[in-house]
């Protein structure tokens, strides 16, 4: 089973068994607590149900324990949780305007974002067969990005405020959040041109709004304040030790930063310029969650990818104010957020390329350029989560699971848009048919070779590097599109 497994069998044990004062001191396990306290409460409401399947998965000395009915729980359980999602798909989809009148509804937009959103293959293959909880979480986001497109912004403010303390990942996407709640919710009216009426600024919003942050904040954070262990949550939040990226590298600028810094080294090795015998072997190559130092270029720190992050993340920032398009201009500005995060952020794990994919699916189906980006972004980032099921059993299902979620998305958006021009040019099409020799040499033919003893990381340092090469692409293009787009000022007004 996936170490998420035994992750999560840990906390329902420390939940259970524990006192409050104790569940963000508690180390037994490697696998500490480290998410926010509304999650910690979800496990020990799950502990109280998990009790009656099998007691002794809530040992906390059981480390690694598994057994027949613990397993049933846990995969049960996201099943369970998960009906959430669907209702949050229900209610995307309605948020839908069907301007294409299609007499099959295999082909209507609200149908193929409810497939694309459902049968993801990505939350498939992490929540069913890795094993986490992220469609209930996924699913508290895209229902309170329903609330917002419905206008129900008390509804929606709310949900998000919950979601940050389940898991705080999604920090990242408040920028989108905050500016779109004040421009569209504390502001009350636009002039003739689409710029703002300052004068229509409602305190009152503003108030409301700060009560529900505040409110859900103290409900989750105030026992910890008033036991005098804040910080400790804080620090288990937020392991900066852990290093710059994960054991394996997600697709991201770091990882291809990383590569640089690995062949700049392999050349001043062979060049002289280099002292061999100072040179660790292997110090971001070994399969360790830890930190290390770059050998060429420059070590980076946790203070440089926020800086970088802020930076990526400000121009879509920028646009959600000074060019208001509605929820569309949101989620643009939301997978922004995630994709900006994901791309310069500290430690970051590959499941999260999904905080942009959902969100981008709800673009997907509404303009041909944000369907070709989406396709782009989804097979990339679909493929990069292949390192996750590594046994030979499940190699077959992710690829015929990867295979059928593709050619559905291809083959639906592409009738969707059957009118307009291409969806990829050919250089974007040849670069996605690469991933198919890529995955033969990783799955097939590297195994067989000498090479697998020496160098066991270059399975997943290809991978990482050349999805890294088109999940960069789809987040500049994305960026162009928006940056350049043009918005009517009659839109803006609305």
Same mark, same amino acid.
């Given at each position: &089973?996936?170490? +998420?497994?035994?992750?999560?069998?840990?906390?329902?044990?420390?939940?259970?068994?524990?006192?409050?004062?104790?569940? &963000?001191?508690?180390?037994?396990?490697?696998?500490?607590?480290?998410?926010?306290?509304?999650?910690?409460?979800?496990? &020990?409401?799950?502990?109280?149900?998990?009790?009656?399947? +099998?007691?002794?998965?809530?040992?906390?000395?059981?480390?690694?324990?598994?057994?027949?009915?613990? /397993?049933?729980?846990?995969?049960?359980?996201?099943?369970?949780?998960?009906?959430?999602?669907?209702?949050?798909?229900?209610?995307?989809?309605?948020? $839908?305007?069907?301007?294409?009148?299609?007499?099959?509804?295999?082909?209507?937009?609200?149908?193929?974002?409810?497939?694309?959103?459902?049968?993801?293959?990505?939350?498939?293959?992490?929540?069913? $067969?890795?094993?986490?909880?992220?469609?209930?979480?996924?699913?508290?986001?895209?229902?309170?990005?329903?609330?917002?497109?419905?206008?129900?912004?008390?509804?929606?403010?709310?949900?998000?405020?919950?979601?940050?303390?389940?898991?705080?990942?999604?920090?990242? !996407?408040?920028?989108?959040?905050?500016?779109?709640? *004040?421009?569209?919710?504390?502001?009350?009216?636009?002039?003739?041109?689409?710029? *703002?009426?300052?004068?229509?600024?409602?305190?009152?919003?503003?108030?409301?709004?700060?009560?529900?942050?505040?409110?859900?904040?103290?409900?989750?954070?105030?026992?910890?304040?008033?036991?005098?262990?804040?910080?400790?949550?804080?620090?288990?939040?937020?392991?900066?030790?852990?290093?710059?990226?994960?054991?394996?590298?997600?697709?991201?600028?770091?990882?291809?930063?990383?590569?640089?810094?690995?062949?700049?080294?392999?050349?001043?090795?062979?060049?002289?310029?280099?002292?061999?015998?100072?040179?660790?072997?292997?110090?971001?190559?070994?399969?360790?969650?830890?930190?290390?130092?770059?050998? !060429? *270029?420059?070590?980076? @720190?946790?203070?440089?990818?926020?800086?970088? @992050?802020?930076?990526?993340?400000?121009?879509?920032?920028?646009?959600?104010?000074?060019?208001?398009?509605?929820?569309?201009?949101?989620?643009?500005?939301?997978?922004?957020?995630?994709?900006?995060?994901?791309?310069?952020?500290?430690?970051?794990?590959?499941?999260? $390329?999904?905080?942009?994919?959902?969100?981008?699916?709800?673009?997907?189906?509404?303009?041909?350029? +944000?369907?070709?980006?989406?396709?782009?972004?989804?097979?990339?980032?679909?493929?990069?989560?292949?390192?996750?099921?590594?046994?030979?059993?499940?190699?077959?299902?992710?690829?015929?699971?990867?295979?059928?979620?593709? /050619?559905?998305?291809?083959?639906?958006?592409?009738?969707?848009?059957?009118?307009?021009?291409? *969806?990829?040019?050919?250089?974007?099409?040849?670069?996605? $048919?690469?991933?198919?020799?890529?995955?033969?040499?990783?799955?097939?033919?590297?195994?067989?070779?000498?090479?697998?003893?020496?160098?066991?990381? !270059?399975?997943?340092?290809?991978?990482?590097?050349?999805?890294?090469?088109?999940?960069?692409?789809?987040?500049?293009?994305? &960026?162009?599109?928006?940056?350049?787009?043009? /918005?009517?000022?009659?839109?803006?007004?609305?």
């Amino acid at each position: &089973y996936s170490t +998420d497994f035994e992750v999560h069998r840990n906390w329902l044990a420390i939940t259970h068994n524990l006192p409050l004062s104790q569940w &963000y001191f508690e180390a037994t396990s490697e696998w500490t607590l480290d998410y926010p306290p509304f999650f910690a409460w979800f496990e &020990y409401v799950l502990s109280h149900i998990a009790k009656y399947f +099998d007691p002794q998965m809530l040992v906390v000395e059981n480390l690694n324990y598994t057994s027949r009915a613990t /397993v049933y729980f846990q995969r049960l359980s996201v099943i369970f949780t998960d009906t959430l999602f669907i209702y949050a798909v229900r209610e995307c989809c309605r948020c $839908i305007n069907e301007k294409r009148a299609a007499k099959d509804i295999l082909e209507k937009p609200a149908f193929i974002l409810a497939v694309l959103l459902l049968w993801n293959f990505g939350l498939l293959i992490v929540d069913h $067969i890795h094993f986490q909880y992220n469609g209930f979480l996924f699913g508290l986001m895209l229902l309170s990005v329903a609330r917002l497109c419905q206008k129900r912004y008390l509804e929606g403010a709310l949900l998000f405020a919950v979601l940050l303390h389940f898991k705080h990942i999604y920090v990242y !996407v408040a920028p989108a959040y905050g500016i779109y709640l *004040l421009r569209s919710y504390c502001f009350t009216a636009n002039n003739a041109d689409g710029s *703002l009426k300052w004068r229509s600024f409602s305190f009152l919003r503003v108030t409301l709004l700060g009560l529900i942050v505040c409110l859900v904040s103290a409900l989750s954070l105030g026992p910890f304040l008033v036991l005098g262990q804040l910080p400790q949550v804080i620090s288990r939040l937020f392991p900066f030790k852990r290093g710059l990226c994960h054991a394996y590298w997600a697709p991201n600028f770091w990882a291809l930063y990383n590569a640089m810094d690995k062949a700049l080294t392999i050349l001043g090795l062979k060049c002289n310029f280099l002292d061999g015998t100072k040179i660790p072997k292997a110090s971001m190559t070994g399969g360790l969650v830890q930190e290390f130092q770059h050998t !060429v *270029l420059p070590s980076v @720190t946790p203070l440089a990818t926020l800086i970088c @992050t802020f930076i990526a993340i400000l121009p879509s920032v920028f646009c959600l104010w000074f060019k208001p398009q509605g929820p569309r201009g949101f989620l643009q500005c939301l997978v922004l957020c995630a994709l900006s995060s994901f791309m310069f952020g500290w430690h970051v794990h590959e499941k999260a $390329i999904l905080l942009a994919i959902l969100p981008l699916s709800l673009l997907s189906i509404q303009r041909a350029k +944000d369907a070709g980006i989406y396709l782009i972004l989804a097979t990339t980032g679909h493929f990069s989560l292949f390192p996750l099921l590594f046994t030979a059993p499940e190699l077959p299902i992710k690829m015929l699971l990867m295979l059928l979620f593709t /050619v559905y998305s291809f083959s639906s958006l592409k009738s969707l848009f059957r009118r307009e021009k291409l *969806l990829l040019n050919w250089l974007e099409t040849i670069y996605l $048919i690469q991933l198919v020799p890529l995955e033969i040499f990783c799955e097939i033919i590297f195994p067989l070779t000498s090479w697998k003893q020496q160098f066991p990381f !270059v399975p997943l340092l290809l991978t990482s590097v050349y999805c890294a090469l088109g999940i960069t692409y789809a987040w500049l293009k994305l &960026y162009i599109s928006i940056l350049t787009e043009r /918005v009517p000022v009659r839109q803006k007004a609305e």
